[in-house]
């Protein structure tokens, strides 16, 4: 058996802990949140459970990308995230619009960068949508947006 110097130990131990250090790094970055998305605080309610099992594939021609958050979906690596299970916004006079039935509210204080925020209007929990100014036809992004949002019961209109 080959005896190894104080030194050497030493720079084993060291070794030893830069790897297991690099892992947890590494561990820490695969289940962080995807495109810097936290899950809502009610992400796994029943309704955000049952709205993303019809989470489209493919939303205006962007795939969509792998997340295990709860309630959360991202499509074209992050040009547009869904987040499930917020809390509604009260009444507002924030910019709202009708898209197939479903109330959606421009939050234009917290849309910067070129990203839009929007969220639901009167259904419980809100669900939100992020969308990148990049990315082309809003407008078609809420009619298929809204197709997902629509089994959420509305309780409240704002228009």
């Not at 495109?35 to 992400?43: I, R, S, Y």
């Not at 916004?89 to 929007?118: F, H």
Request: net charge positive; hydrophobic share 40%.
């Amino acid at each position: 058996m080959v005896r190894l110097s104080r030194r050497s130990r030493v720079a084993v131990g060291v070794a030893a802990a830069g790897i297991v250090v690099a892992g947890a790094m590494v561990i820490r970055e695969v289940n962080s949140p995807t495109f810097g998305v936290e899950p809502a605080a009610k992400g796994g309610a029943p309704e955000c459970t049952r709205i993303a099992k019809d989470y489209p594939d493919r939303l205006n021609g962007q795939e969509r990308d792998h997340t295990d958050l709860p309630g959360v979906a991202a499509w074209g690596g992050g040009a547009v995230v869904l987040r499930c299970g917020l809390t509604p916004p009260r009444p507002t006079t924030d910019a709202c619009v009708n898209v197939d039935d479903v109330d959606w509210v421009l939050r234009e204080a917290k849309s910067q960068d070129g990203r839009k925020l929007l969220i639901t209007y009167g259904r419980h929990p809100a669900v939100e949508a992020t969308i990148s100014g990049q990315g082309s036809g809003i407008d078609v992004l809420l009619v298929e947006l809204s197709k997902t949002v629509k089994p959420i019961r509305q309780h409240e209109h704002c228009l």
